[in-house]
């Protein structure tokens, strides 16, 4: 077996940590568990390990401490420096400054690109075409083109009205 | 209907056939998804996770590509059972590990499977034979969609679909094919190829994924960056890898041929010595050198073995296979006898391998 962290040597020291009543194994090389300070359990953390050096303790910085605590499920920083999970989808409101730095080291971008719940994609839509019509109503006005506005008034009225059906279901 | 009665024997589970299947054994797609508001499956109380297990299978269940699906919570299934699912690329290992409050539903082919409360609330996946990435994304994308009317799912406009592991984040999607590679192998340039592989930000894992070793010369690419990209990105992209990965193996075959015939003739000549003859063998070795009887298969070397029959041997040699078959709890040696003789019962009317290919019937020579 290779180590998990360089993929490159044989794995020759094989943790387990439970954290709550979920079990985490990692397989390392005698190398890279002296450089992750494996020996000294204390200075150990899941949390670097599954999302890099370094990541837990930034990521500590930036939401303030360890002892932040999420509103909804009560997970805390502490507990993410443990598991490399978070707690709930709330966590991602909490702890969202330290998250941050996190995510562009990991990922291609930090904003989703790819698919939309199809409620929320009409939603988005109509929020779209409500701002190009407000668009379009300012330079209606602009232009004193009082006819073109007020047919710009009244489709923004109807596409509000989508909208708010729209949420309202 | 217990899980064995609703599996496919593993002679069948062998003979599904895709494209490109001589060098991709099978191609999968999984996503996460989760619940709005719930704790995630790995902070969640027990009592949490039952509850969401049993509104989350219902809504599964009733799903039109769920008919006559199998439907299990997890602490109704015996280690044995779990051990059979994980051997058949079915359920993670993590997922193994779960009980009461975790729960599987797998639809009538064996090409859905969803994971309740692993170590996302939900992560569903769709395996398809040989290299049909696409196919796997398209059947998983429509369940996904008819599931999102049904669930609301923690979904953020700005970071995508929520997971407990930040590494899933956004379209949560992991876009995998499993690759035959002993060309690779035997002609050193698999390192080569894993390297390359990661720094375009692919994983190259073992047979069974995470932190595995890739026995019997397969190895699973898979994609690791999940947000900033779509989904039909990450599959297009990582099937132009894997088109370039399945050349690669394919000139390597060609050139072993060409530059070194003995050594090729010599490790499969071998391995079919020892796996025709052994009285104890163990599942590492029969896999090592499974792969090489398969890669004699590829060359046309035998002609009384076909690919399948490889395949059905790479699942029932595999201890817990094996196991099921006997009332008695094995040990490994034991085991190890028994697998001896199923390989020799098996492989009796297959004669050894030429030291030229067969030239197919029909083919002009």
Redesign the interface.
Known sequence: ??C?VC?EKEAKVHLTQI??D??Q???LCEQCAAQKGVNDPQGFSLADL??GLGAAQEMEQATGGPDVKCP??G?TQA?FKK????????C?VTFSEG?ES??KT???????????????QQS?DLSDKIRSLERKLAKAVADEDFEQAAAMRDEIKNTREKLSSLSAS | MNIHEFLGSPSDAARREGPHNKIVMSSRVRIAR?V?????P??AKKAERIRILESLRPAIQSLPQMSECFSESMDNLTILDKNILVERHLISREHA?KNAGSGLVLNRDESLCVMINE?DHLRMQALRPGLQLKQAWQAI?SI??RL??KLE??????????T????N???G?RVSAMLHLPGLVLAEQINQI?QAV?KL?LAVR?LYG????ALGNVFQVSNQ???????ADIVERLSKVLNQIIEHEENARTSLLEKKPKTVYNHIGRAYGILANAHSISSKETMNLLSLMRLGVDFALFSELDRALVDELFIITQPNHLQRRYSDKLSAEERDLLRADMLRERLKGVTRPKTKPIPAAGEKN
């Not at chain 1, 990991?106 to 929320?120: N, Y």
């Not at chain 2, 407990?164 to 590494?167: D, G, I, K, Q, R």
């Open positions: 077996m290779l998990c993929k954290v709550g979920k079990m194994k990692v397989d599954l999302l909804n499920c997970f507990d598991a490399g999970r978070l707690g709930c989808s709330e991602y998250l996190l995510l990991m990922h291609k971008g930090t904003k989703h690109t790819g698919k939309v719940p199809q409620s929320l988005r | 989760n709005k508001g719930a704790a995630f790995g902070w590990a170590e994308d996904d969609s999102e009317k799912y923690a979904f953020n406009t700005e970071l995508g679909y929520l407990a592991c930040p590494t984040l956004g379209t999607i894993i990661n930000g073992g995470e932190g595995t070793e960056m999940t947000l900033g990209e779509s989904e």
